[in-house]
């Protein structure tokens, strides 16, 4: 089955302890992208990859890292977590650009908690 | 710089009833525009998307929205919601050859649809 994952999907954790969010699909998608949802805000992205190792901040990348090895995964690197990165993040996927054309497919979300 | 105004940010329903959730984009140029529904606890899944040509757009689950560019709208309609409809809506924007794909959501429209 076509499809993204991610895990965990839920995550409770303490100020400044690292954490890292794995995201893989397994449709050999080119471009894999990270995001945010926050209540009265939407979804915001954090970063986005257009290839192997071609990785570029969104609009909200301050406190995050990312890494792009494979062409399957793409995880999301907390090296500080802190109480207002408590959010729900999307991980998605899509077979390429094509001048931003392609549907983007969704992972299920991680729920995060930073107390 | 675009921006995505869901116009509602709960609309409420009875079943069998009509619907139809607002979506308003600011952009100085041409744009792609998306609708994609949440359901509780999920990802996102595409409902339909307008690229060019008619601007009357059929998506899955007998939902359609109409592009009119001259009140920059993408408004998405149901003739009859069922109670599964229930869920939140995501409009989103992107250009065409825009940098990293990025899509610039709404803040979503919680549909509620009532017995």
């Known amino acids: 089955e076509a499809q993204v994952t991610q895990n965990p999907r839920y995550l409770i954790t303490v100020t400044g302890k690292k954490l890292t969010v794995t995201c893989s699909q397994n449709?050999?998608?080119?471009?894999m992208s990270w995001y945010r949802q926050d209540p009265g805000l939407g979804l915001r992205q954090i970063y986005y990859?257009?290839?192997?190792?071609?990785?570029d901040k969104g609009d909200v990348p301050e406190g995050y890292k990312v890494s792009r090895k494979e062409k399957r995964n793409f995880p999301l690197i907390l090296e500080s977590p802190s109480p207002n990165q408590t959010s729900l993040y999307f991980c998605?996927?899509?077979?390429?650009?094509?001048?931003?054309?392609?549907?983007?497919?969704f992972g299920p979300g991680t729920r995060l908690l930073v107390l | 710089a675009q921006s995505v105004t869901q116009l509602d940010s709960q609309v409420p329903v009875f079943e069998e009833a009509p619907v139809e959730l607002r979506c308003n984009y600011s952009?100085?140029?041409?744009?792609?525009l998306f609708w994609y529904v949440q359901y509780p606890n999920q990802g996102l899944q595409l409902l339909l998307k307008?690229?060019?040509?008619?601007?009357l757009v059929k998506g899955i689950n007998g939902f359609e929205a109409e592009f009119n560019k001259s009140q920059t709208s993408f408004h998405l309609r149901k003739p009859s919601v069922h109670i599964s409809d229930t869920a939140e809506y995501f409009c989103?924007?992107?250009?065409?050859?825009?940098?990293?794909?990025?899509?610039?959501f709404g803040q979503g429209t919680e549909l509620s649809v009532k017995p």
């Open positions: 989103a924007v992107t250009r065409p050859y825009n940098q990293g794909g990025k899509l610039i």
């Open positions: 449709m050999n998608h080119e471009y």
């Open positions: 998605a996927s899509s077979p390429g650009l094509a001048g931003g054309r392609e549907t983007q497919y």
């Open positions: 990859s257009m290839n192997v190792e071609v990785t």
């Open positions: 952009s100085s140029v041409s744009v792609y």
């Open positions: 307008y690229l060019s040509g008619s601007t």
